[in-house]
């Protein structure tokens, strides 16, 4: 079973909302991704955790926090966000956070900020 | 610098056409990974086949097959007998063993299987 959860499917805010993005996989994998994909793009990472501590920040704007509260749980928080933040928003996990470890990704968020 | 390149940005076929996917690669890495990945337009990322560079064996899956030639730097995904239902974009992705978890992704490949 290689599931990986993700609530909402959709999620419309405004600029001023607080908004968060949860992610869950029951695989038993140590190593949780973010990632941020544009349409037409490849996905992009934005956070990685290894063993439930942020282990990779790629320079992501601080509007966006993210939470890994178990092994199982994966949180994404939004706040002040600007229209270009709209995007599918995929969590992933993996078993290793190491080489070549294979990600396997929740069916996304679509985020219309308004 | 480490790149993938999918020069194909979209392909059309007819229903049971064969059809091969490109991917070139460059890194100056000898251990490395290579992945491929289908995004069908619900969204979701479905993990197709994970390769590492000392495995140059090509692999078949169903109608799926893959060509790994380290010495053009290419890892090619062909469909055979294409079918509506593998419609959506195809990503390629290299990682290395450098320390970095990140994937290197390609820009992407849609396939249009028309009926």
Not at chain 1, 39 to 44: C, I, N, V
Not at chain 1, 69 to 85: F, T, V
Request: with cysteine; glycine share 6%; charged share 20%.
């Amino acid at each position: 079973d290689t599931e990986v959860t993700q609530t909402p499917k959709h999620l419309v805010m405004g600029m001023t909302n607080k908004k968060s993005l949860k992610c869950e996989q029951h695989m038993g994998h140590r190593a949780m991704y973010w990632y941020k994909q544009k349409a037409k793009k490849p996905p992009e990472l934005m956070f990685v955790y290894s063993y439930e501590k942020l282990s990779i920040n790629e320079s992501v704007p601080s509007r966006f926090s993210p939470e890994c509260p178990n092994s199982s749980l994966l949180n994404l928080h939004l706040h002040a966000l600007q229209p270009e933040d709209s995007a599918l928003y995929l969590c992933a996990s993996g078993r290793l956070a190491g080489e070549g470890d294979t990600q396997y990704f929740g069916p996304g968020t679509r985020l219309t900020v308004l | 610098a480490q790149k993938v390149t999918q020069a194909q940005t979209e392909i059309s076929v007819v229903e049971k056409e064969d059809v091969t996917l490109d991917c070139v690669y460059e890194t100056r890495d000898t251990t490395y990974y290579l992945f491929w990945y289908k995004q069908p337009p619900s969204g979701e990322l479905v993990f197709l086949i994970r390769r590492n560079s000392f495995d140059e064996q090509n692999e078949i899956s169903g109608r799926y097959s893959w060509n790994f030639q380290k010495s053009t730097s290419s890892f090619n995904f062909t469909i055979t007998a294409s079918q509506v239902v593998d419609s959506a974009v195809y990503f390629c992705a290299l990682t290395l063993t450098s320390g970095t978890y990140k994937y290197i992704f390609g820009t992407g490949t849609r396939l249009k299987v028309l009926a």
